[in-house]
């Protein structure tokens, strides 16, 4: 199917982005103005401009949406200034949102420090972050209004991005209630892979070893899909071949490989949103993950957490 074919049965679909999204805050400081201060003497860092932008499961809606997808994102966040930004960075992206306030919550945000001379990201990042695992009447809030909302979605996109051992707003409730959906759902996980049951998982080659470790003491794929019971498991490794692995067969497809990547963040969640979508209107895993290929390297050359556009992929499709 051609990329245009794609992109016009993804035009559409209705899509829940769920799990642990993130504010990110990109502030340009000049170093120039970086004067010592008069309280403790320690330079300043003259933070001259700001640009916010969703991340984590924000990401993954922002690309979905791009895309053509209408798209609902399910998350928690806190009663601060950060819930704030992050509900206007969705608004301007079209993507609805079902967003639980909790004042025992911090609005997950990274806050990256780019020199204005320089155009690099070179102090360390400030993150806002919650050091105790969520509440369980947050937990139970997300999985009561998952069940309000899976029923009406073609496509379910899981982002369970925290790597603490107590996890994120993905909880064994959630994951119980993701593999009875009828939908398609794709899961990205960082720290937990191997405790999704009966959906599709995708991960990069370090968080699949990591998971086939946990669970099985060494690194097997097929041994780690048959132990999630993954209709579909995929594996991407930069500039290497995705594997993807199902009951009957793996198979391999390279990635476009772009010789001077302006800012690979976010590309995972890129490929996945691509991937994902392709995959429900194809039913080919193949030509998922090639379209996933395509949209990532459209990202990954525009500087933070960027997007592909319809127009962009069928200009980067027709340079073939």
Same mark, same amino acid.
Request: hydrophobic residues 45%.
């Given at each position: 199917?051609?990329?245009?074919?794609?992109?016009?049965?993804?035009?559409?679909?209705?899509?829940? &982005?769920?799990?642990?999204?993130?504010? $990110?805050? #990109?502030?340009?400081?000049?170093?120039?103005?970086?004067?010592? %201060?008069?309280?403790?003497?320690?330079?300043?860092?003259?933070?001259?401009?700001?640009?916010?932008?969703?991340?984590?499961?924000?990401?993954?809606?922002?690309?979905?949406? /791009?895309?053509?997808?209408?798209?609902?994102?399910?998350?928690?966040?806190?009663?601060?200034?950060?819930?704030?930004?992050?509900?206007?960075?969705?608004? &301007?992206?079209?993507? %609805?949102?079902?967003?639980?306030?909790?004042? $025992?919550?911090?609005?997950?945000?990274?806050?990256? @420090?780019?020199?204005?001379?320089?155009?690099? =990201?070179?102090?360390?990042?400030? !993150?806002? &972050?919650?050091?105790?695992?969520?509440?369980?009447?947050?937990?139970?809030?997300?999985?009561?209004?998952?069940?309000?909302?899976?029923?009406?979605?073609?496509?379910?996109?899981? +982002? !369970?991005? &925290?790597?603490?051992?107590?996890?994120?707003?993905?909880?064994?409730?959630?994951?119980?209630?993701?593999?009875?959906? *009828? +939908?398609?759902? #794709?899961?990205?996980?960082?720290?937990?892979? =191997?405790?999704?049951?009966?959906?599709?998982?995708?991960?990069?080659? !370090?968080?699949?070893?990591? /998971?086939?470790?946990?669970?099985?003491? *060494?690194?097997?794929?097929?041994?780690?899909?048959?132990?999630?019971?993954?209709?579909?498991?995929?594996?991407?490794?930069?500039?290497?071949?995705?594997?993807?692995?199902?009951?009957?067969?793996?198979?391999?497809?390279?990635?476009?490989?772009?010789?001077?990547?302006?800012?690979?963040?976010?590309?995972?969640?890129?490929?996945?949103?691509?991937?994902?979508?392709?995959?429900?209107?194809?039913?080919?895993?193949? /030509?998922?993950?090639?379209?996933?290929? @395509?949209?990532? +390297?459209?990202?990954?050359?525009?500087?933070?957490?960027?997007?592909? +556009?319809?127009?962009?992929?069928?200009?980067?499709?027709?340079? !073939?």
């Amino acid at each position: 199917m051609k990329t245009a074919d794609i992109l016009e049965r993804i035009a559409g679909l209705r899509v829940l &982005v769920l799990g642990d999204v993130a504010l $990110d805050r #990109w502030c340009r400081y000049d170093p120039a103005i970086g004067e010592p %201060s008069r309280e403790t003497g320690i330079n300043r860092i003259a933070v001259v401009s700001t640009e916010t932008t969703p991340g984590a499961a924000g990401t993954v809606a922002s690309n979905a949406a /791009a895309l053509g997808a209408r798209v609902t994102l399910l998350s928690a966040v806190g009663l601060d200034g950060h819930g704030f930004e992050l509900r206007k960075a969705l608004a &301007v992206r079209g993507i %609805s949102t079902e967003l639980i306030e909790s004042p $025992d919550l911090a609005t997950f945000t990274y806050t990256k @420090l780019i020199n204005i001379e320089t155009g690099r =990201e070179d102090q360390p990042r400030i !993150d806002f &972050v919650n050091a105790q695992p969520p509440p369980a009447q947050v937990l139970s809030a997300m999985v009561a209004r998952f069940h309000e909302l899976a029923a009406n979605a073609d496509v379910i996109l899981v +982002s !369970d991005q &925290v790597e603490t051992r107590e996890g994120g707003l993905v909880g064994a409730d959630l994951r119980e209630a993701l593999r009875q959906a *009828h +939908s398609l759902v #794709w899961v990205d996980s960082r720290a937990r892979a =191997e405790q999704f049951r009966g959906v599709i998982i995708k991960g990069n080659r !370090d968080e699949m070893e990591a /998971a086939s470790v946990r669970a099985l003491g *060494h690194f097997n794929l097929q041994a780690l899909r048959e132990h999630t019971s993954a209709p579909l498991l995929i594996m991407t490794a930069g500039d290497a071949d995705t594997v993807l692995v199902t009951s009957a067969e793996s198979a391999r497809v390279a990635p476009r490989r772009i010789a001077n990547p302006v800012d690979i963040c976010g590309a995972g969640d890129s490929f996945s949103a691509g991937a994902a979508l392709a995959l429900r209107v194809t039913g080919d895993p193949i /030509a998922a993950a090639q379209f996933g290929h @395509l949209v990532a +390297s459209i990202t990954v050359m525009k500087q933070g957490t960027g997007t592909a +556009s319809r127009a962009e992929l069928l200009a980067a499709r027709m340079l !073939d």
